[in-house]
């Protein structure tokens, strides 16, 4: 059993910067995927970024593609969200989950994903 825990959401400004980091915990931890999903109100959780266990290769949504970055630290079983350059759009709870290899399934899925934190909010307003 994974244990998914977020910290790091709080209130910005537009324009301001935020780094979510996320710890796992568990008899033994070593998934496939690390993601970042956000859920807006109103709106059905989004995918927002992943990294691969292995090689730390990333990928991200399009609305995030340049101001947002994901790493991990293998060592101390972490995921981090840096978010640079934050939009009102942004505003959302963050979920940290965790995914194991799963043929046919896109990393951008929540279906590829099996733990899940209880999520952190970032709230970006003025």
């Known amino acids: 059993q994974v244990q998914l825990v977020e910290s790091g959401g709080g209130l910005v400004q537009p324009g301001g910067s935020l780094r979510l980091s996320c710890v796992a915990s568990?008899?033994?931890?070593?998934?496939?995927?690390m993601g970042w999903f956000r859920q807006a109100p109103g709106k059905e959780r989004e995918f927002v970024a992943r990294?691969?266990?292995?090689?730390?290769?990333?990928r991200y949504a399009d609305s995030v593609k340049g101001r947002f970055t994901i790493s991990r630290d293998n060592a101390k079983n972490m995921v981090y969200l840096q978010m640079n350059s934050l939009k009102s759009e942004d505003t959302a709870v963050y979920y940290c989950a965790s995914g194991p290899f799963l043929s046919r399934i896109a990393t951008t899925e929540e279906k590829a994903y099996d733990s899940w934190g209880q999520g952190t909010q970032v709230t970006v307003s003025s």
């Open positions: 568990g008899r033994t931890f070593s998934p496939f995927v």
């Open positions: 990294i691969l266990w292995s090689d730390s290769t990333p």
